[in-house]
């Protein structure tokens, strides 16, 4: 009984981490373990599932969008081909001045088309060879033009921006052929 009679107060507590770890924190019971562990598993697996879902949401929406764009690229490039059928179907003789122009016409649209989705060409002819950008497929030698100049363009090259659709197949010039070299076409 004395200690109850004793008027003196208690130690002030400790202050800092080492206050902390003197109390004593409850430790929860099996069950509550298990309760806790079955919500973090539940949470966990309604993630993963959503994740699942976004992946599968957006691979279908940009398959989705892919397949509007070729879509619609062939939406347009079905005039060109009715033009052609036009064309054909005239029955004007090839050396004719109207199916001349009726194949110019479509050739020209076909251009604006490829120009609409950024693809273009460019006039290469009597510029400097770039191997970067053009295929040699031979070389001739012509003293009027300066020495790796292209000379002659067998297929016209594409590009995208910087990015090289399809190069130009070219002939180079090689002012380091003999006079007397055979031509290569």
Known sequence: MIDRMNTEPPPPAAAGPEAAAAVPTPIPDSATL??????????????????????RRTRQESEGRALAQKEAFILELLPVIDNFERA????????????????EMTLQQLQGLL??????SDEIVGQPFD???????????????ADHTILE????????????????????NDLTRSHHAPHAH
């Open 153 to 172: 363009m067998f297929q016209r090259g594409y590009r995208r921006g910087t990015k090289i659709v399809r190069p130009a197949k070219v002939v180079v």
């Open 34 to 55: 298990q309760q806790e562990l079955a919500q973090q598993k539940d949470v966990h697996l309604r993630l993963a599932a959503d994740f699942e879902n976004f992946k």
């Open 131 to 145: 191997p970067h950008l053009h295929e040699a497929l031979s070389q001739r030698r012509d003293p009027d033009q």
């Open 115 to 120: 120009s609409q989705h950024g693809i273009e």
């Open 88 to 103: 054909l179907a005239s029955g004007a003789v090839a050396d004719s001045k109207q199916f001349r122009q009726g194949v």
